[in-house]
């Protein structure tokens, strides 16, 4: 795996003072990735990015970018650039300068310098602003400008903190799939951190889900949505209803568990847990059938309750159903009619339902 | 929010300003009296103008006190930026209680004791008094000031340039060339505006550490005003009062096409 | 950061550092070693610390007869405790004048600001001397004032201001002003005046706004600013010389007539210790809150 591996942080781990802001992280990301750092605020994924970049030191552990450790590498000559979460563009110098920056520092020829900043005002469609300061420009102009300078010296790896954070939706929609293509088309590693689990899956090849400074799992977009690797990992990525219980029976085609909050049996697809353990049962919204009949067994995987609340999002509805014990849990339905084939609305009884395969076992 | 000056609030501020700029006024309108007197007006005359042009020992003074200000206030910007980007920046350092405690204290030291200090010191060892020691007082108490003032500058700086900057190969002493001072560079421009301010308007140091042949402006004035106060006194002051309003009139209106252009200024 | 060697960056502190030391501490060393040697007509005018007689080390000629003089002579203690008075009440005229000024400026249209700081400023960058000299002709008995007086017939023979205490008081005030105005004025800028609505919003009146809300918020700046007027009031030269009498007391004033008139070079330097010691603690206090605001806000 070690040819594929292009960056390996190997047991890193960062402490201000009495802080830990990274817990022993191990990870190895591979060349041409879009990989991301996803993360609640103060998980560590900035300062692990910081020191992909060379701003701090590990405390312990080490990284190496391309089988080079770079322990005693300050930031100007590591093969890593970055792009700031508030663009750090140089105010004082024009848009051509903030992106021939780079290439200044390296002594390129004059010719070289301009036809490859010129080539780069293309890419990012900022030529028509190539003698303005940065005063003068706006959110999404700053943001193509630092993208630019942070290309422009081609570097192995490009690291993103948080590129989208400022846009408005719009923008950042448009934006996500321009970064994107960029990276295929430059084949570059991309290391991107961000809070925001939609942008993670939409661009991502890798997901890193962080928390408190530790990996709580690494893996493809529909891996961490469908398979999560923990309940935090779980409750992170979009919604999810958690049940806790204890695994009473398995076989070759199910297993069997009982909750006591709701009071329902479960059955899920047999997995390594044993008899008798206390498991967690995570359910995504979507996967839940919402209907005012029963379904055909409502012996188990069936849910009955009244309807407290609905969010109407236009493609979809999620109906927030309160059960008898009190608890509310979350359906989703697509619209697929204009008007809602079964009506439903607030203070309906209705029954909640969902198959085996929807069910997910999680240990913690 | 509600805008509007109280009436309390307008009359402090007209009779603060009347405070502040009626001796400046009577000043300046004196300097244009017929007689001899500065408290009488006897008519409209430019006559003291010229006998100040013909004043040599005037003359010379300020031409003193020109190079000593030039000289003092570059030397102190230099040693002073400095001095404020080890306190900004610098996290703890061996000496640095005491690092602060020299810069901080000047600011506030009393100048009868700097100025004997330092001409006690020169004595000691036997250097020669003149506009060169003058300068070397200045230097020492003006750097303060621009360390003050570049220190805070720096405090609301955006590191995250600098680091961009790095990143993009540039290594840290190129940066803060590069990147750092031109930002900082209005701070650094009035560190070095301050201090000549200062050394143009010092009387009690350089009384201290001056020697023969070199006398200041303010020194000449003040042993003139000793003897009395004539009209002369005035049009020298109305001359200094005039170039500082200007100067600060340009400085203050150059800013605010900045922030202008910047789109802060509402 | 990295570690490097002897960088760039250890140059950048030594060479203030090293300039400090030489031409800010070092002198005050002297200045202490002087006050322990006796008055001399000879030029330096004080007696050698270290006698040598023909190349050979002899003793150390030092006394304390300076200090013990300065205690006795009731010339110095009275001008010690004249001057910490004069720039204490000195330092709370200004506050009291000051603050109502900075308030104003600060709510003050956002247009206006700017040119009320400038002018503000105007002052402070034009010649301290010149400003001081200039209450000369305003004081003196056939001065601005008097005249003016006399002209409306309020009083019948000149109101003597200048050469006595008041004078000084003016001088004092007129010319720290912009001390006391600036950083009062930065603090009430910044101030975030939803704090003022906030308050009003929940019933209280004006003036209760004022010393409940915004009176304590500014009182960093309260007492940067009367550090500011204090330390330096209490050595002052120019104004109790120009603007005092005979009978206005100031250690800076007595200081320079020892030094200057008298030629007493050791009385003077123990004058000065004492003079540095009394202020050492309001300045070490000034010293360590400046750190303290800038380590906050950094």
């Known amino acids: 795996m070690t040819d594929r591996a292009f960056v390996r942080i190997e047991q890193v781990s960062k402490k201000f003072g009495a802080i830990t802001a990274v817990d022993n992280v191990s990870l190895t990301i591979e060349k041409g990735e879009f990989f991301s750092l996803l993360g609640p605020s103060g998980c560590g994924k900035t300062t ?4 992909l970049a060379g701003f701090e030191t590990p405390t312990s552990g080490r990284i190496i970018i391309e089988g080079e450790d770079m322990s005693e590498v300050p930031p100007h000559h590591r093969p890593v650039n970055m792009m700031f979460q508030s663009y750090a563009l140089f105010p004082h110098m024009t848009v051509r300068q903030n992106i021939a920056f780079g290439l200044k520092q390296d002594k390129h020829p004059r010719a070289e310098i301009n036809r490859v900043t010129d080539e780069m005002l293309q890419l ?70 961000t809070h925001d689990q ?79 353990e206390d498991i967690y049962v995570a359910l995504r919204p979507e996967k839940l059938t919402i209907a005012k009949t029963p379904p055909a067994d409502s012996s188990r995987n069936c849910l009955h309750g009244e309807i407290w609340d609905i969010g109407y999002l236009g493609k979809m509805s999620i109906y927030h159903v309160k059960l008898p014990d009190g608890r509310i849990i979350l359906a989703a339905a697509q619209n697929r009619q204009r008007r809602n084939e079964q009506e439903l609305t607030w203070e309906d009884k209705v029954y909640v339902s969902w198959s085996q395969n929807a069910a997910l076992v999680l240990r913690d | ?115 004997l200090s330092l001409l006690l010191m020169f004595v000691a060892l036997s250097v020669d008094r003149g506009a060169g020691t003058i300068t070397l007082a ?47 560079f209005p701070a650094v421009a009035a560190g070095w505006l301050l201090s000549f301010t200062l050394s143009l308007d010092d009387l009690v140091i350089a009384s201290f550490t001056s020697g023969p042949g070199a006398t200041t402006l303010p020194m000449k004035i003040y042993s003139q005003v000793r003897l009395g106060v004539t009209p002369e006194i005035n049009a020298v002051s109305t001359i200094l009062v005039g170039l500082v309003a200007v100067g600060v009139i340009i400085a203050s209106l150059v800013n605010k096409r900045h922030l202008a252009r910047q789109g802060k200024l509402v | 950061m990295l570690r490097r060697t002897l960088s760039s960056r250890d140059l950048a502190i030594i060479a203030p550092y090293l300039w400090l030391l030489l031409f800010f501490l070092a002198p005050f060393l002297i200045v202490l070693k002087i006050s322990v040697a006796e008055i001399r007509i000879a030029m330096p005018p004080y007696t050698a610390l270290l006698q040598f007689a023909d190349g050979a080390f002899e003793g150390i000629h030092a006394s304390i007869e300076n200090y013990l003089l300065l205690i006795e002579d009731s010339l110095y203690w009275k001008s010690y405790l004249s001057s910490l008075k004069i720039a204490a009440i000195s330092t709370v005229l200004t506050l009291l004048l000051g603050y109502p000024i900075a308030y104003a400026m600060a709510r003050a249209p956002a247009t206006w600001r700017l040119t009320l700081l400038m002018l503000v400023i105007l002052p402070f960058w034009t010649s301290f001397l010149i400003r001081v000299y200039a209450w000369i002709a305003i004081l003196k008995n056939e001065g601005f004032i008097n005249h003016f007086l006399l002209w409306i017939g309020v009083i019948e023979r000149p109101l003597v201001m200048l050469h006595t205490d008041f004078a000084v008081y003016v001088g004092i005030v007129y010319s720290y002003l912009p001390f006391m105005i600036l950083p009062l004025y930065a603090n009430l800028e910044k101030m975030d005046p939803s704090l003022r609505e906030a308050a009003a919003d929940l019933g209280c009146r004006p003036m209760k706004v004022f010393w409940t809300i915004t009176l304590p918020l500014s009182r960093a700046a309260i007492i940067a600013g009367c550090f500011l007027v204090f330390i330096p009031a209490v050595g002052e030269f120019v104004i109790p010389d120009l603007l005092g009498g005979s009978s206005n007391l100031m250690i800076g004033k007595t200081l320079w007539a020892e030094f200057f008139n008298n030629r007493d070079w050791p009385l003077a330097s123990a004058a000065a210790v004492i003079l540095l010691l009394i202020l050492v603690p309001p300045i070490m206090l000034f010293q360590r809150y400046q750190s303290r605001q800038t380590w906050r806000v950094g």
């Open chain 1, 124 to 193: 990012v469609k900022m030529s028509d602003y190539a003698k303005r300061k940065p005063d003068q420009l706006s959110g999404g102009q700053m943001q193509r400008v630092a993208l630019a300078r942070a290309l422009v010296k081609r570097p192995k790896i490009l690291l993103l903190d948080e590129p989208l954070g400022a846009l408005d939706k719009k923008l950042r929609e448009e934006t996500q799939f321009e970064l994107v293509n960029i990276q295929e088309e430059l084949g570059i590693t991309f290391v991107i951190v």
């Open chain 1, 198 to 276: 939609e942008e993670a899956m939409t661009m991502s090849t890798r997901i890193a889900v962080m928390d408190q400074g530790r990996i709580e799992q690494v893996a493809g977009p529909s891996e961490v949505y469908e398979t999560p690797a923990s309940r935090k990992v779980a409750e992170f990525i979009g919604d999810v209803n958690i049940f806790a219980g204890r695994v009473e029976e398995k076989n070759a085609e199910f297993l069997s568990a009982r909750c006591h909050s709701p009071g329902c049996t479960i059955h899920a697809n047999p997995s390594d847990v044993q008899v008798g």
């Open chain 1, 48 to 51: 692990l990015l910081r020191m």
């Open chain 2, 1 to 115: 929010m509600n805008r509007h000056l109280s009436f309390f609030n307008w009359s402090s501020i007209l009779l603060g300003f009347a405070f502040l700029y009626v001796p400046i006024l009577l000043l300046v309108i004196f300097s244009f009296n017929e007689s001899r007197l500065v408290t009488v007006w006897a008519g409209f005359s430019t006559k003291w103008y010229g006998s100040l042009m013909q004043n040599q020992g005037i003359l010379d003074a300020a031409w003193v006190t020109l190079k000593v200000g030039l000289v003092s206030s570059t030397v102190a910007t230099m040693l002073g930026t400095m001095a404020g980007v080890a306190m900004s920046r610098y996290g703890a350092f061996r000496g640095r209680t005491l690092f602060n405690g020299m810069i901080y204290a000047p600011l506030v030291m009393p100048e009868v004791i700097t100025g």
């Open chain 2, 138 to 184: 200045h230097i020492t108490f003006s750097m303060c000031y621009v360390a003050v003032v570049v220190q805070s500058r720096l405090s609301n700086f955006d590191r995250s340039i600098e680091e961009a900057a790095m990143d993009l190969g540039c290594p840290p002493t190129k940066t803060f060339f590069q990147i750092t001072l031109p930002v900082i």
